[in-house]
Every structure is written in C-alpha cells, then in structure tokens.
C-alpha cells in the first residue's frame, strides 16, 4: 500500500515559495499527490500543504528533514513533515455522555480515522465494558475539587505513558489545568456543545432556548488556557424553531456534536489544519 510523506508549512509570504518548494521536489524525483495554499493578505503570511509519494522520492523522512532544511531556512519557515505510516496515538477523554465516543470509536473499528486510539480515560466508570469491548484499555480518574490536582497529575502521567500525539476531549466535562494545555498545545482536540462564541460555558443549549435561537451548533476547537476560546477547526449547525423544546435542542446538538468532532479530528490527523495565532487554516 502506498504512503506519503506530508509537508507543512507557515511562513512570511513572498515571491517564488511555491516554485522553490515544487522545484525542491521534483529535482529529487518526488511525485506531488495533493497541493494547497493560501495567502493571507491581512497578516502577510503564506500556508502550504504537500503531500508526496514516498516512493517517488527514494529519501527517509529524516533524510528528505535534512535536505529540505536549507529551503526552510530561506524563506523562514515553520514546517513540519510526517510520515503517514507513523500512525499518530490519540488519548480519548470522556464523562458519562456517550454519543461522541461511541461515534469515534465506529469511524476507528471501520478505518475512517487514521490512528491507534490508545487509551480512554474517564472521570466516570459508566463507559468502561463499551469501551473495554473494543479492546481499548479504559482508566477511570475521579475529579473531585479536593482531588483535582492529584487526579489530573495521574491524567498526565496516562497521557506521558501512552506517548499520545493527540488529546480528543470526546464531551469530558472538566476543565483541564493550564499546565496542561501548555504541555500539549495544539495537540488537545475539545468539542463543545454550542456554536462558539456564543453560549459559552456550561449548559449552552438551555441558554439557546432562553434566547430563542433559530440556529444550534457545536464547535470543534484546539483547548487553550483560555476557556471555551481556542483556535476552531470546524463548526455545523442544525435550524431549530419555537416549537422545540430544550430536550429536542440537546437531541439535536448530539447529532451536530459527533460529527464535527470526527471532522475535525479527520482533519487534524492529516495534517490539515494549520494553527496561527488563535485562528486556524484548514486545508479541508
């Protein structure tokens, strides 16, 4: 089966990155699969996402690493470059909702999310023999406010001994300590139960109901320090009317919540999404 190695890049913009880098290529045999770009011509800045034939290219990643820095040093980029056969480890987090997880773990069993889902842990025990059915190990952490910090410091080490690449809050309803979300910043997926910014916080679509909202979401974002306010990688909405009751507003928001979360994290495992500043490019 083929694989690919995939190039990202950040960098000021200028003339002549994308010819320097297609040329870079090409002048080492690569084959390019799939090209994007984008100029942002508020900020000056350029965004680039290649992904090339291994084959073609006759390198190892750290040898194709090595000649391509010169490049990256030119054009003073930030960039990374992966292998697609390094599978990234991903760390679902959970509560007692099971909608998001279960909806991930079907997209995982049937190869629609390129991973190894390594571990779940759970403030709650409600999940494990679903979880444990797909052969997954489950670890249950309480939270109590008089054992927070001992139980997130036990989620960190979790976090450290499965080597996880990326965090997938799947509706876990604590708010991870700043420390945290330094330590993996980037690399924390959240899904929240409402169209960020509006109705942050706990309770979103009772607060909708209240306002009388005609449009309910859910957002897909990276978890910052900041609550509720990371960078968005992607968002849906479903149209509601004054006949619904809040019970119907949750039911729906479930569907929304489940589905922008796979997107998301999709997106997220191909190397699709770019971060900058507190916003996002997402090469979708």
């Known amino acids: ?7 990202v890049v950040s960098c000021p913009d200028r003339l002549g990155i994308v010819a320097r880098v297609s040329n870079f290529i090409a002048g080492h045999g690569g084959s390019i699969t799939e090209a994007s770009q984008h100029s942002d ?5 350029f965004f680039m996402r290649y992904e090339i034939l291994a084959d073609s290219i006759g390198m190892t990643l750290e040898e ?3 000649a391509f820095e010169p490049v990256a040093r030119e054009f003073d980029m930030q960039w990374a470059l992966r292998d697609t056969q390094q599978r990234q480890r991903v ?3 959970v509560s007692r909702e099971s909608h998001c997880l279960v909806d991930l773990l079907y997209r995982w069993t049937a190869e629609g999310l390129d991973c190894d889902v390594v571990a779940v842990v759970s403030n709650h025990d409600d999940l494990r023999s679903m979880v444990e059915w797909h052969g997954i190990p489950y670890h249950h952490v309480p939270v109590t406010p008089e054992t927070r910090p001992q139980a997130f410091a036990q989620v960190e080490q979790l976090i450290g001994e499965y080597q996880a690449d990326t965090i997938v809050l799947a509706r876990y309803m604590q708010i991870l300590p700043p ?3 330094r330590n993996y910043a980037g690399r924390v997926i959240n899904i929240h139960h409402s ?3 509006s109705f942050a ?5 009772h607060q909708a109901y209240q306002r009388g909202v005609k449009l309910i979401g859910a957002t897909c974002h990276y978890v910052t320090e900041e609550l509720d306010a990371g960078p968005i990688i992607e968002q849906d909405i479903h149209r509601v009317s004054h006949c619904h009751t809040p019970t119907d507003l949750v039911r729906f928001g479930r569907d929304v919540e489940k589905t922008v979360l796979a997107r998301g994290l999709r997106w997220h495992l191909e190397d699709r999404v770019i971060i900058h500043g507190n916003k996002t490019v997402v090469f979708a």
């Open 201 to 205: 916080g706990a309770r979103p679509y």
């Open 91 to 93: 760390v679902l987090m």
């Open 195 to 197: 169209f960020l910014p």
């Open 1 to 7: 089966m083929s694989h690919f190695y995939r190039l």
């Open 179 to 181: 420390d945290l979300c």
């Open 41 to 45: 011509l508020e900020t000056g800045r």
């Open 64 to 66: 194709l690493r090595e």
